[in-house]
């Protein structure tokens, strides 16, 4: 049980680490997170 939490963590990580450059590099798409 110990390693789901561990692997569920992990994904949410990196879920919010693909966030984090979505908002690092707005110029993707320009004026939707101004």
């Not at 994904?11 to 919010?16: P, S, V």
């Amino acid at each position: 049980n110990a390693r789901f939490l561990a692997v569920l963590a992990d994904r949410l990580h990196a879920a919010r680490a693909r966030l984090a450059e979505l908002y690092a590099y707005p110029d993707t798409e320009p004026g939707r997170y101004r």
